[in-house]
Nanobody, 124 residues
Framework: QVQLVESGGGLVQAGGSLRLSCTAS????????MGWYRQAPGKQRELVAAISSGGSTNYADSVKGRFTISKDNAKNTVYLQMNTLKPEDTAVYYCATSDRVRAIAVQSNAYDYWGQGTQVTVSS
């Protein structure tokens, strides 16, 4: 089993920045692809950014140029740097990891473990 714990969420004004962290514990040797998802009230969960085991990345069009996903293998942690935040970025953000997929995973069913989520609220 892998446990994921997110941190770094909060309230920020539009135009501001936040950095989310997701630290894995447990059977971390099973970690391959990782991703950040978000879910706003009344909306479906959507992929924000994904990173492969080799470090390749993929972003939703809505966050390209503003968000950056990265990871520190030594710390078993994946990050989401969010800049120029907009009110429409308000959501609960979840990290996820797969123990089956090493490449970039864009489908939610590719992920096997999920964190509990962290709230990001962007005020206008």
């Amino acid at each position: 089993q892998v446990q994921l714990v997110e941190s770094g969420g909060g309230l920020v004004q539009a135009g501001g920045s936040l950095r989310l962290s997701c630290t894995a514990s447990g059977s971390i040797f099973r970690i391959n692809a990782m991703g950040w998802y978000r879910q706003a009230p009344g909306k479906q969960r959507e992929l924000v950014a994904a990173i492969s085991s080799g470090g390749s990345t993929n972003y939703a069009d809505s966050v390209k140029g503003r968000f950056t996903i990265s990871k520190d293998n030594a710390k078993n942690t994946v990050y989401l740097q969010m800049n120029t935040l907009k009110p429409e970025d308000t959501a609960v953000y979840y990290c996820a990891t797969s123990d089956r997929v090493r490449a970039i995973a864009v489908q939610s069913n590719a992920y096997d473990y999920w964190g509990q989520g962290t709230q990001v609220t962007v005020s206008s």
